[in-house]
């Protein structure tokens, strides 16, 4: 018996059905060791408009390139294959949405539907921790005691899922096999355009929506349906995580930033991004950053193959050196041709005219005003 897990990413769904640009799987033997690299299928989502988001913080590939490529119709045979092959196990992080997508497209292209059974991490790691669900990054730090490096390119978060799914099997001292014999639930499957997990009923997408939003109205009735964001554990608290409210507050101070000092315009024109190693892990001091840089004149962007200026910065874990995907995607972009400037962390700081030391004693400011709606970008703008 095999494994295959899986993610995709979608360029938009406005329209309650994702346009799939990217399906990421990796295969792995019974006791997840993997068989093959994690492996990307890239296609085009043959979309009128990208999710701003999904442009922003979790296209990895050139949308340009992207769109190049073919419909999900060509690929549909090798995914069809890899999915129905009755050796192998179809595992996923809330699985049964990706499945859905999967529906939706054959349906779109007028295909076969995909016929296959499912198993979720995420529900595996819900029961096992006892608590409620949480997203991949968070329930990744929850057991790996680090972040997730390059999550949301589909090929990396399938390989993120298999080592989530093989530490919690090591640390219950069960195989996932174990897991699917001893509760159903965590299980599910398709027929026809129907999918569901095993303890309840088997629905299309959009009876799924249509009962869901029923169910909503008569919940919610006559009160305002806000928004909630994860609050992370304290030895979490500057960390910016997916989902969390320190995410929301850096994302719209990206979009809201103006210069509120007269520094040096050492930095005019220029877009800027910092290795993972220290953005994910320094949620005020980026922050900080972020001003800093806009009153020396530049702009910090997520996506590192769009910058001009890349920061490196070196974290040791178990005595060797974490890679930093973003770093990756610099070279590749350096390698086709493209001039970006590598600096170390403290060569960057001194661009700002400040010292570590001097960035770490700025106060940190009250950054709630920024969770006013004021500062919210409508998803499809």
Known sequence: MKYLF???ECANCNDRRGKIFSFGYVVADENLNELTT????????????????????ILAYPKKEVESRAKFDKHYGKIKKLLEDPETIVCGFDVKNDVGYILDECERYNLEPISMKFFDVQRLESKISGSKKVGLGEAYIRWLHRLPDGAHRSDTDAKFTLELAKKICATQNKTLSDFINEDDMLCGKTDGFKYGFNDEPLETRDERYNRKEAEKMLRFAGK???????????????????????????????????????REQSLAGKNISISLNYEAYNFLNMMKIVQLICDCGGTYVKKASTADIFVKYHLIEGGEERKCSKYEYVKEEIEKGKEIQVLEFDEFLQLLGITEDQLNEIPAEDYEYLMDDKYKREKTA
């Open 38 to 57: 994690a492996k990307d299928i890239i296609m085009n989502p043959a979309v009128d408009k990208w999710d701003w988001y999904v442009i922003k913080n």
């Open 224 to 262: 305002p349906n806000k928004g909630k964001f994860r609050e992370l554990k304290d030895e979490y608290k500057d960390y910016i995580i997916k989902g969390s409210k320190n995410n929301v507050l850096f994302l719209r101070l990206l979009e809201s930033v103006t210069p509120k000092t007269k």
């Open 6 to 8: 899986f993610d995709l």
